[in-house]
């Protein structure tokens, strides 16, 4: 088999509904997208924006109840680990990103 030098590309593809889905093509020799320790199992995805690097994009849910189990700790002191330690933490402009799968339905509403 052929090496056309893609080695260091990653392929993503996410179903964008029931019959499509959408492919990318990632250079992650180039990009280098940043990881948080030990939440690896926590990554939903890459999030792309124009003129920016590819970053992980990490499950805020997922990253607080692992944060709740492996350190025994309630929720609220949990937030304050992940606010404090993981979103408060500016690596460059690799940094991941969170999801917030659940959003306020008044944050998403505008009127003009």
């Given at each position: 088999?052929?090496?056309?030098?893609?080695?260091?590309?990653?392929?993503?593809?996410?179903?964008?509904?029931?019959?499509?889905?959408?492919?990318?093509?990632?250079?992650?020799?180039?990009?280098?997208?940043?990881?948080?320790?030990?939440?690896?199992?926590?990554i939903?995805?890459?999030?792309?924006?124009?003129?920016?690097?590819?970053?992980?994009?990490?499950?805020?849910?997922?990253?607080?109840?692992?944060?709740?189990?492996?350190?025994?700790?309630h929720?609220?002191?949990?937030?304050?680990?992940?606010?404090?330690?993981?979103?408060?933490?500016?690596?460059?402009k690799?940094?991941?990103?969170?999801?917030?799968?659940?959003?306020?339905?008044?944050?998403?509403?505008?009127?003009?």
């Amino acid at each position: 088999m052929q090496n056309f030098g893609m080695e260091n590309f990653q392929f993503s593809v996410q179903k964008t509904n029931n019959k499509q889905l959408k492919f990318g093509l990632i250079n992650m020799e180039e990009h280098k997208p940043l990881k948080v320790d030990g939440f690896d199992d926590c990554i939903v995805g890459l999030v792309e924006r124009f003129g920016m690097d590819p970053v992980f994009c990490y499950d805020k849910q997922k990253i607080v109840a692992k944060i709740m189990t492996e350190e025994g700790i309630h929720f609220e002191q949990a937030i304050e680990h992940f606010e404090y330690n993981i979103v408060g933490s500016w690596v460059g402009k690799g940094t991941p990103c969170f999801l917030t799968r659940e959003v306020d339905c008044c944050l998403v509403h505008h009127e003009d």
